[in-house]
């Protein structure tokens, strides 16, 4: 009975010695592969990082420039004043600075930005004035790399938000002998264009399917000037470069205006196609 206890002893201690072996050997395997793990991340290369999207070269001069251009050109329309803003040779009409303290610009903000090739965009501003108004100014600017902006001619108003953009080409005489034809429909379209509240009192003057808001009375006319065609040939197309002088009721500023339009004729007859900012 003695032996036999003695060797249920001697198994137990047997069965601890070889457990706590297999812990060491357990715990020295754990051990071994954090320090292989370590090693390889020390000396593996690094990952790459995926940089954040930078901002395009130019974005941001551009809508500097064409913040700046729109509210001085509203408070102070004088070329003398405007001419830091403008590109090598381009011109701008004299108009004239609002006489009342509401027609002043709060705040001006870009909306939209329309690319028309060889660096040159097409830039709708934003304009709050103090009174509670807003007018929007399609401004028409050339970009040269990432450090220079400049205004290419006179600005639009428009009556919302929305791309524009001009043929490169310059203006020249409407071609043919259409040219009165042309030059009738604009004189029609440009004052009721401003006038107007209802996009269907131009119906009768636009092309089947064209939808242009008008302005209701937020400018005057004050005269529609010269009309030239910016594409080139005698076309049942066109794109025209209308010159327009306009005045500010509220505060009585006056500004010249350009604005382009696209006409086309359909059974013997000229419709506009489109109205939007221009280039000079």
Do not use: N
């Not at 090739?117 to 304009?127: A, K, L, N, Q, Y």
């Not at 794109?239 to 059974?267: H, N, Q």
């Amino acid at each position: 009975m003695q032996k036999r206890s003695q060797r249920k002893r001697g198994e137990e201690v047997s069965t601890s010695r070889t457990i706590r072996a297999a812990g060491r050997l357990a715990i020295w395997a754990a051990i071994g592969l954090l320090l292989v793990r370590g090693a390889v991340a020390t000396f593996a290369a690094p990952q790459k990082t995926t940089a954040a999207p930078m901002q395009a070269p130019g974005e941001g001069v551009v809508t500097a420039t064409a913040e700046r251009f729109a509210r001085v050109y509203i408070e102070e329309p004088d070329p003398r004043v405007l001419q830091s803003y403008l590109a090598a040779g381009a011109q701008i009409g004299a108009g004239r600075p609002p006489s009342v303290d509401g027609a002043e610009v709060a705040q001006v903000a870009v909306v939209d930005t329309s690319g028309i090739g060889d660096g040159r965009v097409v830039v709708t501003v934003s304009c709050e004035l103090r009174d509670s108004r807003t007018l929007y100014l399609t401004v028409p600017i050339v970009r040269h790399g990432s450090g220079e902006a400049a205004v290419l001619g006179a600005p639009s108003i428009v009556a919302m938000p929305a791309p524009a953009g001009a043929d490169p080409e310059s203006p020249r005489p409407i071609a043919g002998p259409e040219s009165g034809a042309i030059s009738e429909l604009v004189a029609k379209f440009v004052p009721a264009y401003l006038s107007s509240g209802d996009s269907r009192e131009l119906s009768y003057l636009l092309a089947r399917g064209t939808v242009i808001v008008p302005l209701g009375g937020q400018i005057e006319l004050v005269s529609v000037g010269s009309v030239e065609q910016l594409d080139g040939g005698e076309g049942p197309r066109r794109d025209l470069l209308v010159a327009v002088r306009i005045k500010e009721p509220v505060g009585g500023g006056t500004y010249p205006l350009g604005y382009r339009l696209e006409v086309l004729r359909r059974a013997g007859r000229w419709y506009v196609a489109g109205i939007e900012g221009a280039v000079a």
